[in-house]
């Protein structure tokens, strides 16, 4: 009897060992899926192409042309972490599962002034945020623009400390995720990101 209790659970623990890990690789495809539209979507813009004349491929039946054009408003790089991802609006869980979310309330992403502030989970785009260190370059683009910031500040807050998200009249850039990096479950902290519009380093694309 205790043989075959103990045969059970191992094979239990097999069971769920294969589906948190058949989880991890269709969440990390679908991430990656979505980025690859997305920022196909960024270079049509880029392009100059009109909204309405946007193709489709057929692959991508199910990425409506609708979708893609209530999509992406920007996309976001950090060089020391090579991130290179799509900025979406708002923070939601689904947009937070596909792209790095701009904070609603904040500057928008192009906004010759204040702050503009995005998230994203700490277990993808933001899973290296804590080796940045003051001077590091990030980089937003969006409407055939580049804006190149600089890494001024990194600090740990508790989640109601919104203050960090203050408007502010210089054009500053904070990015925001869950912390500790490797906590089980709810992370208790946030990390938090500022950085500073290098004047003169705004530029087209």
């Not at 599962?97 to 989970?121: I, M, N, Q, S």
Request: proline share 5%; hydrophobic share 40%; glycine share 8%.
């Amino acid at each position: 009897m205790g043989m075959h209790v103990m045969r059970r659970m191992e094979q239990l623990l097999f069971a769920a060992g294969f589906a948190c890990l058949a989880f991890f690789l269709w969440s990390t495809g679908e991430r990656a899926w979505y980025q690859r539209l997305y920022l196909q979507e960024l270079n049509f813009q880029d392009n100059g192409r009109a909204n309405n004349e946007r193709e489709v491929p057929n692959s991508q039946a199910l990425y409506t042309a609708a979708t893609l054009r209530s999509g992406p408003i920007g996309r976001i790089e950090v060089p020391r972490v090579q991130l290179s991802a799509a900025i979406l609006d708002g923070v939601d869980t689904g947009t937070l599962d596909r792209a790095v979310g701009h904070v609603p309330g904040t500057a928008y992403p192009g906004e010759a002034k204040g702050r503009v502030a995005l998230a994203a989970h700490r277990d993808s785009f933001f899973r290296d945020l804590g080796i940045l260190r003051r001077g590091d370059t990030i980089r937003l683009a969006t409407g055939g623009r580049v804006r190149e910031y600089k890494v001024e500040s990194t600090e740990v807050v508790k989640p109601d400390q919104i203050e960090v998200l203050a408007p502010t009249p210089d054009s500053m850039l904070t990015l925001v995720t869950c912390y500790p990096f490797r906590y089980l479950g709810n992370a208790p902290e946030r990390f938090i990101v500022n950085a500073r519009l290098v004047e003169g380093r705004d530029h087209a694309e």
